[in-house]
């Protein structure tokens, strides 16, 4: 590569991501003078789509942003309507909806971890190359994928846009013999996820290392999942209806993603994040796990996400037995609500970090606003700082081929759901006059 030019650089498809998006550089000098991650993906307008909808619809319009994201979605809306109309469903429904949401980080965390990361780490094009020379892992993954997906469909009737969620609980209880048999096969995985998180700590990781904000939800005794505060390691401590006074999403020309800023600056969320914020509440069986791996957490190195990811499937694996053991079916799976006008915020923690909710609604339970900040686009701004970082100490110098493996891995490294942050556009065009 010369230095007397600018020479663009140009992944023109991301594969292995949920959605479509483009990374384009451009060098001069031996130095990166620009870089877009460019989300080019048309906006789907479901914040739109929800105005003039009656609550008890939200639950399972929300599951259609994501196929591998629904329960997320719906968590984080029935949490926030039920905050608007001033409920509280009771323990069984906080318990099952945190197994519904173990089943959610189970089967994503496995898919990102052995079909969507592992062959950048292990010098793999693809998950079917990889496969040749290592079978086993892959048959791993599959295994416990098919094992969240599992738990999904016990309370959501399946496992792709569930349907079982709904304002105020669940529509159906399973029966003690559907819910004792799967606690059975979680047991006997166990082992199974726990060398899952000893293989990714024997990957062999880049050991780049950088500063940036952690943001993630933080509870008085759990590992965070469905409640929490929000909380930082810069010392932010906030509840769900504070989000906006300090964050703040904006629009960039070059992508549909809108780019969401906390206190003016790019932030982490995701496992990395709820890990580094959270040791001191994970399960002790998983502590001692973490602490045996030779890594010291919390960790500045972003890679290490695969790492968080796997301790994170232990974590929901372990939570998700405990409350089966005790489950017990209850007089009946939801309680009713009476609507109310007013404002209401749900915040949960999606696979892929934060997912904040508001609604606005009339008297009679319709939807006269919605706003949703979904994990990517909160991400999109750090992901363009780690590319720049990460591309930067590489070395422009090393060819376009290796600029374009490393951006891929580092854009792959946070597993961004691409369609979920097309929301919503605002473009404004400046039209220049010559003078």
Excluded at 34 to 39: A, G, H, N
Excluded at 225 to 240: F, H, K, P, T
Aim: charge should be neutral; proline fraction near 6%.
């Amino acid at each position: 590569m010369t230095e007397k030019h600018q020479i663009p650089i140009r992944v023109p498809v991301l594969a292995r991501v949920e959605g479509e998006g483009t990374l384009e550089l451009r060098v001069r000098n031996g130095a990166i003078e620009e870089l877009r991650l460019r989300i080019f993906e048309p906006p789907r307008m479901f914040e739109k789509l929800l105005e003039g909808r009656d609550y008890t619809e939200i639950p399972d319009m929300v599951a259609r942003i994501c196929g591998i994201c629904p329960v997320a979605y719906q968590m984080s809306a029935v949490q926030a309507i039920e905050n608007l109309f001033g409920v509280e469903p009771g323990p069984w429904v906080r318990d099952m909806r945190r197994v519904f949401y173990c089943g959610e980080w189970i089967q994503s965390h496995s898919l990102h971890i052995h079909m969507l990361a592992a062959p950048d780490f292990l010098g793999y094009a693809s998950i079917t190359e990889m496969a040749r020379d290592h079978a086993h892992e892959v048959r791993r993954g599959l295994r416990l994928q098919a094992l969240g997906n599992e738990i999904i469909r016990l309370l959501g009737a399946r496992s792709v846009h569930p349907v079982g969620a709904r304002i105020g609980g669940f529509h159906h209880a399973p029966a003690r013999a559907q819910v004792d048999a799967l606690r059975e096969k979680l047991q006997a995985a166990l082992p199974e996820a726990e060398t899952l998180v000893r293989w990714t700590a024997a990957l062999n990781l880049p050991t780049e290392e950088q500063e940036f904000t952690a943001v993630s939800l933080r509870h008085p005794r759990e590992y965070p999942m469905n409640e929490g505060r929000m909380v930082s390691n810069r010392g932010l401590d906030i509840s769900a209806d504070r989000f906006e006074s300090r964050f703040v999403e904006h629009q960039e020309m070059h992508s549909t993603a809108l780019h969401c800023l906390h206190d003016g600056k790019p932030y982490l969320v995701g496992p990395l994040a709820r890990l580094n914020l959270n040791l001191d509440r994970l399960p002790a069986p998983v502590r001692s796990l973490a602490d045996s791996l030779g890594i010291k957490f919390p960790s500045r190195n972003m890679y290490h996400s695969i790492v968080a990811r796997a301790l994170e499937i232990v974590v929901a694996m372990r939570e998700a037995i405990r409350l089966l053991e005790v489950y017990a079916e209850p007089s009946a799976p939801y309680i009713s609500v009476t609507p109310r006008a007013g404002t209401g915020y749900g915040c949960t923690e999606a696979p892929r970090g934060l997912l904040w909710h508001r609604y606005d609604a009339n008297a009679a339970g319709v939807v006269i606003k919605a706003r949703i900040v979904p994990p990517t686009s909160q991400n999109q701004a750090r992901m363009e700082e780690d590319l720049r970082t990460s591309l930067q100490s590489l070395g422009v110098r090393q060819g376009e081929a290796v600029l374009r493996r490393r951006g891929e891995m580092v854009i792959r490294n946070y597993d961004p759901c691409i369609s979920c942050a097309t929301h919503f556009l605002d473009l404004r065009v400046r039209e220049l006059t010559h003078a």
